[in-house]
């Protein structure tokens, strides 16, 4: 799922293709894509689009009628930007804008159909689609610890929230705990003061640095189909599972949960111990290694 960095290199390449353009025409081709009916997504055509902003994980169109087009891509949507006439692929598309300067086509891979477009009048309509979650990189220090242990979850858990922080998923909370050197699976409640402020300025430190590096990366031409993803070459726990800790040489460890899984590296994160889902204990009992000195 494209999440905070990912978005905002949306945002920063479409705002220049589109911001002060008219929408020229719009099609749907999913039915299950347009998520409300009123307002209209027709009233669109015409309208200038004014701002293209970051909500959570949604790209947002605002438009001078005070409509805003709410796109959430979640797993497998992507953003595609065309030149003028060309077609975006049949099977895929969910949905298309034209613009003077090109065409923005939105597209879902895969049988799932879970992305979706929302039409809104209106900031407040708006503001109810947030799901209430801090933007790490505007909260100061005790605004993000706070929010983090409002409630006691694990960690992972805590990062992946939208009521709780907005924009992080999957991908990226693996490498803020990464860089943290904290267990995924440390509960909120027992997270001390110094650990704390290690997530806060990993956070920090991983959203701003990638987000930096997919700006830089895609100056000058727009995100392609493979190229918002949530497996990077340059991360260092996240997809990474058997490959070696960047930092420490030793194999990063995945645990598995419904379609997910989370990556960490045991002697930098666990202090050597191996973490288990249910699954995995399941099948292998008292066989299971509980140390990473434990793998052959």
Not at 85 to 100: C, E, K, M
Not at 143 to 148: K, M, P, V
Request: net charge positive.
């Amino acid at each position: 799922m494209p999440e905070l960095p990912d978005i905002e290199a949306y945002r920063a390449a479409l705002a220049p293709r589109v911001v002060d353009q008219v929408v020229n025409d719009l099609r749907v081709f999913s039915p299950f894509f347009v998520r409300t009916v009123a307002p209209a997504l027709e009233l669109a055509a015409g309208c200038r689009v004014t701002e293209v902003r970051r909500l959570g994980k949604r790209v947002v169109l605002c438009l001078d009628n005070e409509c805003f087009i709410v796109i959430h891509l979640m797993i497998a949507g992507r953003l595609r930007w065309l030149e003028s006439g060309r077609q975006g692929p049949a099977r895929i598309s969910l949905a298309q804008f034209d613009f003077p300067r090109g065409r923005l086509v939105v597209t879902e891979a895969g049988k799932k159909k879970r992305a979706s477009l929302h039409v809104v009048h209106g900031e407040a309509a708006l503001r109810a689609l947030d799901r209430g979650g801090i933007e790490v990189l505007d909260a100061d220090r005790e605004t993000f610890i706070a929010a983090i242990r409002r409630e006691n979850h694990a960690l992972k858990r805590a990062l992946t929230d939208p009521r709780i922080l907005s924009g992080i998923g999957n991908a990226y909370s693996d490498e803020i705990l990464h860089a943290a050197r904290l267990s995924p699976l440390l509960w909120t409640a027992k997270m001390s003061d110094e650990q704390a402020n290690r997530l806060h300025e990993a956070a920090r430190h991983v959203l701003t640095d990638w987000t930096d590096r997919l700006r830089e990366m895609f100056r000058g031409r727009f995100p392609g189909a493979g190229d918002i993803t949530a497996f990077r070459d340059g991360f260092a726990a996240h997809g990474r599972f058997s490959k070696p800790c960047p930092t420490c040489g030793t194999a990063i460890q995945r645990i598995r949960y419904a379609d997910k899984e989370t990556n960490y590296c045991p002697r930098c994160q666990t202090g050597g111990r191996l973490l288990a889902d249910r699954s995995l204990s399941r099948l292998l009992r008292d066989d299971r290694p509980k140390h990473v000195d434990d793998l052959d």
